[in-house]
């Protein structure tokens, strides 16, 4: 199983950016995803999630109205649409999934908002 998100960088508050995590190794289309992220000197949090069909979505709070999840699977994408970012989004956002009991991360992609 192996995960390599791409899409993180540097942007204004305010701004957009989109993540996507390209999944191989397993099954995609038959499993949740979901993304994670984690601020210098926090814990890693949930930021939202996505069935495997896509049908169904859910978001941390302090998303929730500006992030997006969504998913291709015939590309064996996630992705993750963020707009209105504030700097406190700031973090290494991570997709990962539970495949035969073991959860599985990608090496992350850093987001930074700052002025």
């Known amino acids: 199983v192996q995960f390599v998100e791409s899409g993180g960088g540097l942007v204004q508050p305010g701004g957009s950016l989109r993540l996507s995590c390209a999944a191989s190794?397993?099954?995609?289309?038959?499993?949740?995803m979901n993304w994670y992220r984690q601020a210098p000197g926090k814990e890693r949090e949930f930021v939202a999630g996505?069935?495997?069909?896509?049908?169904?979505?859910n978001y941390a709070v302090a998303v929730k109205g500006r992030f997006t999840i969504s998913r291709d699977n015939a590309k064996q994408t996630v992705y993750l649409q963020m707009s209105s970012l504030k700097p406190e989004d700031t973090a290494v956002y991570y997709c990962?999934?539970?495949?035969?009991?073991?959860?599985?991360w990608g090496q992350g992609t850093q987001v930074t908002v700052s002025s």
């Open positions: 990962t999934t539970n495949w035969r009991g073991l959860n599985y």
């Open positions: 190794g397993f099954s995609f289309s038959s499993y949740a």
């Open positions: 996505i069935s495997n069909t896509g049908g169904t979505t």
